[in-house]
């Protein structure tokens, strides 16, 4: 994750970051990173968006699973 002025970070990276699976060691240059990147804090507020959209329409299909099974209903959000 080699990250200069030029350089940002991925799609991958920042979903893992917005995830909270990077280790400590490799959170601290994405934050570092996003604090000076308008770029990168607009792509990681999208990815927060998105992840915040699957999240609430899985909450949405497990509470009220439409007459589907428990499992049929988890299926459908994680093929989201």
Do not use: K, W
Request: hydrophobic content about 40%.
């Amino acid at each position: 994750m080699n990250v200069g002025f030029s350089s940002h970070f991925s799609q991958d990276v920042l979903e893992l970051y917005a995830l909270g699976m990077l280790s400590d060691r490799g959170c601290a240059p994405v934050e570092e990173h996003l604090l000076v990147c308008s770029r990168c804090q607009i792509q990681l507020e999208a990815v927060d968006s998105y992840i915040s959209l699957v999240r609430s329409a899985y909450a949405l299909i497990t509470s009220r699973s439409h007459g589907f099974p428990r499992a049929r209903a988890m299926h459908v959000a994680e093929s989201l």
